[in-house]
């Protein structure tokens, strides 16, 4: 593993935030992640090697990490739906009789036309 340190400022005690930004293979994780993967690895027989198939191998152990937890959350969520997020109301738009929207050569962008 690689590490950089950058030492400014540091937070006033007893606040909380976001200090630091791990990435893995390209992939943002949170420090449980990385904490996770030490343990892995620890709990295996050391073995000297370097390479990219040691990067790789632990994005996957961590990408099948998150899909677990995914699973996890899907059946809990299944057997208690009261737990669930609330659903956002649909935003519709309703345009006066006798006017659409029009698209234009810039992409993403319409105006409203009168027909």
Same mark, same amino acid.
């Given at each position: +593993? *690689? @590490? #950089?340190?950058?030492?400014?400022?540091? !937070?006033?005690?007893?606040?909380?935030?976001?200090?630091? =930004?791990?990435?893995?293979?390209? +992939? *943002? @994780? #949170?420090?449980?992640?990385?904490?996770? !993967?030490?343990?892995?690895?620890?709990?295996?027989?050391? =073995?000297?090697?370097?390479?990219?198939? *040691?990067?790789?191998?632990?994005?996957?152990?961590?990408?099948?990490?998150?899909?677990?937890q995914i699973e996890a959350r899907?059946?809990?969520?299944?057997?208690?739906?009261?737990?669930?997020?609330?659903?956002?109301?649909?935003?519709?738009?309703?345009?006066?009789?006798?006017?659409?929207?029009?698209?234009?050569?810039?992409p993403g962008l319409k105006v409203?036309?009168?027909?």
């Amino acid at each position: +593993m *690689e @590490t #950089t340190r950058v030492y400014g400022p540091g !937070l006033p005690r007893g606040q909380g935030g976001r200090i630091g =930004v791990l990435v893995l293979a390209g +992939m *943002e @994780t #949170t420090l449980d992640e990385v904490e996770y !993967l030490v343990a892995a690895k620890q709990a295996k027989k050391f =073995v000297p090697q370097r390479g990219p198939g *040691e990067i790789v191998t632990m994005a996957r152990l961590l990408f099948n990490r998150r899909n677990e937890q995914i699973e996890a959350r899907k059946k809990y969520l299944l057997a208690n739906p009261s737990e669930a997020p609330k659903k956002r109301p649909t935003v519709r738009l309703h345009l006066p009789v006798g006017y659409r929207l029009m698209g234009t050569s810039e992409p993403g962008l319409k105006v409203l036309a009168r027909i």
